[in-house]
Nanobody, 120 residues
């Protein structure tokens, strides 16, 4: 499956952004989807994931501020990010796999990242 993330940009602290990740090549509804992020000099970290049936999981650092959702008809997964903080600044990546995990190396399919910059 091929993944293409979009929607990143520059936003002030407290603002919102919505990331999108469009999938193609295979049956989107067969895959769990996830969002990870990587800040400069740091390891890639789990942000949120959603199962095939729609169950969602979040990192503690984004719980209550970010919402992951999927639209199987559009082959797209979204990450709505509200109340953004400077520490949310990172390259955000979407991922797909048969099984859900908080560990980035468990995911087989990755899109190119989209940069989110939150200014203070």
């Amino acid at each position: 499956v091929q993944l293409q993330a979009s929607g990143g940009g520059l936003v002030q602290a407290g603002g919102s952004l919505r990331l999108s990740c469009a999938a193609s090549g295979r049956t989107f509804s067969n895959y769990a989807m996830g969002w990870f992020r990587q800040a400069p000099g740091k390891e890639r970290e789990f942000v949120a994931s959603i199962t095939r049936s729609g169950s969602t999981y979040y990192a503690d650092s984004v719980k209550g501020r970010f919402t992951i959702s999927r639209d199987n008809a559009k082959n797209t997964v979204y990450l709505q990010m509200n109340s953004l903080k400077p520490e949310d600044t990172a390259v955000y990546y979407c991922a797909a796999d048969d099984r859900i995990s908080r560990v980035f190396c468990s995911w087989n399919y990755w899109g190119r990242g989209t940069l989110v910059t939150v200014s203070s």
